[in-house]
């Protein structure tokens, strides 16, 4: 079965930090751009950053540059999100996507994604 799990949300103060994971199982992740998208309530679906795992080429929306950080583990078929000065506006839950277009640019921009993961909540209050 072909499936991406995202483990690492939670409640967080502003400032602090989270790191994301998306871990894919059934298939591996070397063809595929990889991308964190966020969906805040009354909002539409946004990408954050996308990571192309050919060439580790890498994309971020304006808002989280500086801020943070995607990388990647193909020995354990994973992608991380680092997510340093979280404010309260980065709340929403985060979704990772698995496109086998490979530029991450695109995967963003376009919000592409053959396969999607569950979500996981980040909440930035305090």
């Known amino acids: 079965q072909l499936q991406l799990v995202e483990s690492g949300g939670g409640l967080v103060q502003p400032g602090g930090s989270l790191r994301l994971s998306c871990a894919a199982s059934g298939f591996t992740l070397d063809s595929y751009a990889i991308g964190w998208f966020r969906q805040a309530p009354g909002k539409e679906r946004e990408g954050v950053s996308c990571i192309s795992m050919s060439d580790d080429t890498t994309y971020y929306t304006d808002s989280v540059k500086g801020r943070f950080s995607v990388s990647r583990d193909s020995a354990k078929s994973t992608v991380y999100l680092q997510m340093n000065s979280l404010k309260p506006e980065d709340t929403a839950v985060y979704y990772c996507?698995?496109?086998?277009?490979?530029?991450?640019?695109?995967?963003?921009?376009?919000?592409?994604?053959?396969?999607w993961g569950q979500g996981t909540q980040v909440t930035v209050s305090s």
């Open positions: 996507a698995a496109d086998h277009i490979t530029v991450a640019q695109a995967q963003c921009v376009a919000g592409l994604g053959d396969y």
